[in-house]
């Protein structure tokens, strides 16, 4: 596959009243199999955020049928239309991609969560508390209530929809694999499995530089010295907690996947990341640390000097979750191949 053609400008958008449907786009062959937000990008001149918007938003058809996943491929030859008139299916709010409940078990649920779709509702609990408030008009569903809705529609229950247990979250950005409990037998033992560190899980980055295999630790608390979230041996000053403020050991293991060297960027490095721990953030907070933040974080790129690489979202992807069954013990793993838009980049990078 080819790389994504190069935007030569922004186009605006307007409503209907104002503007006519731009004319269907016929996908060319270098563009067949690429991510359905780059062939739009591609096709009427949007930035990466308007393309994805306009898709979630049910504005973009793929012959001649209304297409909601900005990381679907299209086909060569495929007609893409474009219209801003188009309403959003009202059964699409609560949909999840196909296959994305990865495993069903009467005891937890196994989920390949799509970037751009937040893991929870606001939980002023923290982690692990229940999950009650569903989407209010306007807010996009959240992944455990479209996975909720999911299981009602695959159990056929009526009612309530099937309860879910919060042992874990993934970054709004951030694809992969995430688990969620059916019972609280099970929530209980997951969650002291993550306080013990017995879960595996193995994510994978693209980040910028010439990354180094090795161990990332540190302690973070909630404000390094620059507003954001970090590790307190960053701080300028003080090295130690002050007051109130308490550090949470944050612990990365490091791999070299590949090495990426693209036209017209610097270096770049395709690395996995073994979480020790997992604290919010872990991974970006360490990666840019150690110089090297993830390609499409726009919150702790903050300092590096590099050439930034352009990229639609945050580039990390949750490809390995594992744990023991925790009602019989065996031990399990399950494994996720990179997105598409991941895959693209990776393709232009080489």
Do not use: N
Not at 2 to 10: F, G, I, L, N, T
Not at 28 to 53: H, Q, T
Not at 57 to 82: M, W, Y
């Amino acid at each position: 596959m080819s790389s994504y053609p190069r935007v030569r400008q922004k186009t605006a958008i307007s409503s209907p009243a104002q503007q006519k449907p731009p004319a269907p786009f016929r996908v060319p062959p270098d563009l067949g199999g690429s991510a359905l937000d780059a062939v739009v990008r591609a096709a009427f001149e949007l930035s990466w955020g308007r393309a994805r918007e306009l898709i979630r938003r049910g504005k973009v058809s793929v012959d001649g049928r209304t297409a909601l996943e900005p990381v679907k491929r299209v086909r060569a030859g495929a007609e893409v239309t474009l219209d801003m008139g188009a309403r959003r299916p009202k059964a699409a709010a609560m949909e999840l991609p196909e296959g994305a409940l990865v495993d069903v078990d009467p005891h937890f649920v196994v989920v390949e969560k799509p970037s751009g779709i937040g893991t929870v509702p606001f939980d002023p609990g923290g982690m692990g508390a229940s999950i009650a408030r569903r989407a209010q008009p306007g807010e996009e569903a959240t992944l455990d209530e479209r996975v909720r809705a999911a299981l009602a529609r695959r159990e056929r229950t009526s009612g309530v929809a099937p309860s879910l247990g919060v042992v874990h979250r993934l970054d709004k950005e951030t694809s992969g694999l995430i688990v969620f409990t059916r019972t609280w037998a099970a929530k209980k033992i997951l969650m002291q499995a993550f306080r013990q560190h017995t879960i595996h899980r193995r994510y994978l980055a693209i980040v910028h530089g010439d990354a180094k295999a090795g161990t990332i630790r540190s302690h973070f608390v909630d404000d390094r010295g620059d507003g954001l979230r970090g590790s307190i041996e960053r701080r300028a000053g003080r090295k130690k907690p002050v007051g109130s403020e308490k550090g949470q050991l944050a612990i990365t293991h490091l791999e070299v996947v590949e090495r990426l060297r693209g036209p017209g960027v610097g270096p770049c490095t395709l690395v996995a990341c073994r979480l020790e721990t997992g604290r919010t953030h872990q991974i970006r907070i360490h990666l840019a640390e150690a110089g090297h933040p993830v390609v499409g974080d726009r919150v702790y790129v903050r300092g590096y000097r590099g050439t930034v690489v352009p990229a639609p979202r945050l580039m990390l992807h949750a490809a390995e979750l594992g744990f023991a069954h925790p009602a019989t013990g065996e031990e399990l793993r399950w494994e996720s191949p990179l997105p598409g838009d991941m895959e693209a980049l990776l393709v232009s990078l080489r």
